[in-house]
C-alpha cells in the first residue's frame, strides 16, 4: 500500500500563490508517476499535472500552463504543486495520486493510490 498525504491547502487572495505538498510513503512508486487532480463543487474531477518520478517529465493541463509548476523532492518522497496566480475558477478540492506506471496520463482510472484532499479557495 502506499500512503499519501497533502497539505498547503488554504485560502488565498485572486492572484495570490500556494505550495501543495504531497508525501507518499509505504510501497514504492519511485518507478511509477504522481498526479495532482482537483475538484470543485457540483464537478468532476479534473486532471491538473503529472510528473514522473524516474526522469522528471512533468504534464500540465492547459488550463493552468504558466500558472502551475509541479516538481518532485526524490530524498522526500515528496511532489510539489505550485501554484501562482491564483483564480477564483482555481477554487477546488485538490488531490494527490500515485499510480505503478511510469507513463504519464490525465486518466484517473490510471492512478492507484489517491490522498485525502486538500482545500484550496482562493477569493476575489
Known amino acids: 500500500q502506499v500512503q499519501l498525504v497533502e497539505s498547503g491547502g488554504g485560502l488565498v487572495q485572486a492572484g495570490g500563490s500556494l505550495k501543495l505538498s504531497c508525501a507518499a510513503s509505504?510501497?514504492?512508486?519511485?518507478?511509477?508517476?504522481m498526479g495532482w487532480f482537483r475538484q470543485a463543487p457540483g464537478k468532476e474531477r479534473e486532471f491538473v499535472a503529472a510528473?514522473?518520478?524516474?526522469?522528471?517529465?512533468?504534464y500540465i493541463t492547459n488550463s493552468v500552463k504558466g500558472r502551475f509548476t509541479i516538481s518532485r523532492d526524490d530524498a522526500k518522497n515528496t511532489v510539489y504543486l505550485q501554484m501562482n496566480s491564483l483564480k477564483p475558477e482555481d477554487t477546488a478540492v485538490y488531490y494527490c495520486?500515485?499510480?505503478?506506471?511510469?507513463?504519464?496520463?490525465?486518466?484517473?482510472?490510471?492512478?492507484?493510490?489517491w490522498g485525502q484532499g486538500t482545500q484550496v479557495t482562493v477569493s476575489s
Open positions: 495520486a500515485a499510480a505503478l506506471s511510469p507513463v504519464l496520463t490525465s486518466s484517473a482510472r490510471e492512478y492507484n493510490y
Open positions: 510528473i514522473s518520478w524516474r526522469s522528471g517529465s512533468i
Open positions: 509505504g510501497r514504492t512508486v519511485s518507478r511509477g508517476a
